[in-house]
């Protein structure tokens, strides 16, 4: 099982960014899914979680501009960044709390990471 993240680059301030990841191979539950980001010098922090009923929760900073999403037909998680700032500079990595076989519980698996880059 991996989880591929993809959506990075180098944006404007004010501007706009869709991030994915997708969870290849075969899994028997997801429960939540989310993005968490770091930036230099900086711990990693979880951005935004939504369980598996879609309630999505999201930290004070990116309220009103970020919004996750998830299908799980597909098995991915999006994350769509809006009116973007320089602080919001950061490698991004999707998260997926999740079983591979009905004998597992779930446990959290972590994407490469994507970088985000917001500067003029």
């Known amino acids: 099982v991996q989880l591929q993240a993809s959506g990075g680059g180098l944006v404007q301030p004010g501007g706009s960014l869709r991030l994915s990841c997708a969870v290849s191979g075969s899994v028997f539950a997801i429960n939540g899914m989310g993005w968490y980001r770091q930036s230099p010098g900086k711990e990693r922090e979880a951005v935004t979680v939504?369980?598996?009923?879609?309630?999505?929760s999201y930290i004070d900073s990116v309220k009103g501009r970020f919004t996750i999403s998830r299908d799980n037909a597909k098995q991915s998680v999006y994350l769509q960044m809006n009116n973007l700032k320089p602080e919001d500079t950061a490698i991004y990595y999707c998260?997926?709390?999740?079983?591979?076989?009905?004998?597992?519980?779930?446990?959290?698996?972590w994407g490469q990471g994507t970088l985000v880059t917001v500067s003029s």
């Open positions: 998260v997926v709390d999740m079983a591979r076989a009905s004998s597992e519980t779930t446990t959290f698996y």
């Open positions: 939504i369980n598996s009923y879609g309630h999505a």
